[in-house]
């Protein structure tokens, strides 16, 4: 087992710099095209070159990869084209001697339909234990032929799959994703071994996949579609969603938690939508923080960023968490892409980027060197803030989303799942876009993230942005990244910020920490004058004392 006692501070991950890993596409030791924990552990130096107080790693669980990893057969054991749990302990060794801390996935919602208790469930009769682990229901029409409810899944088709008896289960994502019956406490007990498994291994803290979905009432008669749209998602008492009774789960997790010193963390993914709902799942009595995705959906402007900020620190003081701020991740268009597309101007239910990614990702269509700008300031706005800024592989090197991959060349079932339907969304084209593994090099079959090429095709414009191209050049978006964190760890203080309401207008924040650290984020064309202080870092050249528009300064004053 792991043990980390240079790093052992309870309250870590409130102001955390933590660093997403898709372990398929970050390093590739073997060659085989696929990364895997021997290419974590090989840059650990690069990790702490960059300057992340934490690593969270996306599931590396073994998987037939319906959905990336997230259809989990096994949740205490490592993929064999990942790597071995010995490997992984190497990993955390390696990791936590960096001083980096380690965040998994876990995905308690449902399971792979490989895993043993599926699989089990399968072979046995209706009403059954093992069938009572699982979500079965018996189909409607004289020999349950038809599905218990005309319930849509996440990804395309009906949510009920049959079994062939007559019988059905429920899958809210993939088919290949059965649902956990959360009432089982078979289920829940299990779930508390695994999380005492990967805790003894030296894990820090668990990232919670949709955190909101585990607790049903399935009570027949079973509701409709039309009649589930009808009901309060913030009552707490949606058949599906965000019940009030997932707490009681979440409750027991902590207890396992605290038996640590330090307590194990968890952060969850809860896409809820009030504040108070989502304060829940960050009560100190639960999971202790949730993901706040509200920059995901805006756009670069002043109005929106500010009203976000105020709105999530707020939300932060009454649970007694600390925020989490994010711009990118493996679900979501890179925001470097996202600043070079039209705004949303206040649209809602749709993705930025929709509309660019359905017409094929033309260049014609992208700004790319505005986008790239803006998420250079948008990155250095994002990490002065107080509370853990979350950052996804690849963002450090400004990559923009790979959006012509080939139909033949796509993986995620969001995609494949809605070829042909009338109607596609973003997820519906699919995720695979900020999957395409990380250059590492300007040359190579993979440019450097394996020996042998990658298990998504990497476009030619790679070579310009790879690590070795930004590695010694200070004004690189790696440069910045590097330089960003390394002041933000020296500058970090008390979890507040004022708002300089004299130097701020429709196209300027400014924004103070204790200790006299100013961040100044232009979202408009035109340049503005600095207010005096020494300037720290910026994320474009500053010119005659005045910041460009898609920029951030970090300014220390008097």
Request: glycine share 8%; with cysteine.
């Amino acid at each position: 087992m792991t043990d980390a006692p240079a790093i052992a501070d309870a309250d870590w991950w409130r102001q955390a710099a933590v660093y997403q890993i898709y372990p398929r596409s970050f390093a590739d030791a073997n060659g085989d095209g696929i990364g895997d924990l021997r290419g974590i552990t090989s840059r650990v130096p690069y990790l702490r070159s960059l300057g992340v107080d934490a690593v969270w790693l996306s599931p590396f669980y073994p998987s037939a990869l319906a959905d990336g990893g997230y259809d989990v057969a096994d949740y205490r054991n490592v993929d064999p084209r990942i790597g071995t749990l010995e490997e992984f302990d190497a990993m955390v060794a390696a990791l936590h001697g960096a001083a980096i801390r380690v965040v998994v996935d876990i995905v308690p919602n449902h399971s792979s339909n490989e895993h043993p208790w599926f699989l089990a469930a399968l072979r046995s009769p209706r009403g059954s234990a093992e069938r009572e682990r699982y979500i079965f229901r018996d189909g409607r029409g004289e020999h349950g032929e038809l599905p218990p409810a005309d319930w849509p899944a996440a990804f395309g088709g009906l949510a009920w799959e049959p079994v062939g008896d007559g019988q059905w289960y429920l899958h809210s994502f993939a088919k290949e994703q059965p649902d956990f019956n959360w009432d089982n406490r078979e289920v829940r007990d299990d779930f508390l071994k695994t999380l005492r498994f990967w805790s003894d291994r030296g894990v820090d803290g668990f990232r919670v996949d949709v955190a909101s979905l585990l607790v049903k009432d399935l009570a027949d008669p079973l509701p409709s579609q039309a009649e589930l749209d009808a009901i309060d998602r913030d009552s707490g008492i949606h058949p599906l969603l965000d019940r009030d009774e997932v707490h009681e789960v979440y409750a027991e997790w902590r207890s396992v938690f605290n038996e640590y010193d330090p307590p194990r963390t968890a952060v969850a993914e809860a896409w809820v939508d009030s504040p108070a709902r989502r304060a829940k799942y960050a009560s100190p009595a639960g999971l202790g923080q949730a993901f706040n995705f509200d920059l995901l959906t805006a756009d670069f402007a002043a109005e929106p960023f500010r009203r976000i900020v105020a709105d999530n620190l707020a939300q932060s003081a009454a649970s007694g968490a600390s925020s989490t701020w994010v711009l990118s991740n493996h679900d979501v268009t890179r925001h470097a892409s996202r600043y070079g597309l039209p705004p949303l101007n206040g649209r809602t239910g749709v993705k930025q980027g929709v509309e660019w990614m359905l017409a094929g990702a033309p260049v014609d269509g992208i700004q790319l060197e505005q986008g790239l700008r803006r998420a250079r300031a948008a990155t250095m706005f994002l990490l002065a803030l107080p509370g853990s800024a979350y950052l996804y592989q690849g963002e450090e090197l400004g990559l923009h989303e790979v959006g012509d991959l080939a139909p033949e060349d796509r993986q995620d079932p969001a995609y494949h799942r809605s070829v042909g339907q009338p109607e596609w969304t973003y997820d519906g084209l699919g995720r695979d876009g900020c999957r395409v593994p990380l250059p590492w090099t300007a040359s190579g079959s993979s440019f450097g993230f394996g020996s042998d090429g990658a298990h998504l095709p990497q476009p030619a414009w790679f070579a310009d942005v790879a690590v070795e191209v930004q590695e010694d050049d200070p004004a690189s978006t790696l440069g910045l990244y590097r330089e960003a964190l390394r002041l933000r760890r020296e500058l970090q203080t008390e979890e507040t910020l004022a708002w300089d309401d004299a130097l701020s207008h429709d196209d300027v924040l400014v924004f103070s920490r204790p200790g006299g650290w100013t961040n100044v984020t232009n979202f408009g064309e035109e340049p503005v004058p600095l207010p005096e202080g020494d300037l720290l870092l910026a994320s474009r050249p500053i010119q005659d004392g005045r910041l460009p528009g898609d920029a951030t300064a970090w300014l220390r004053r008097p």
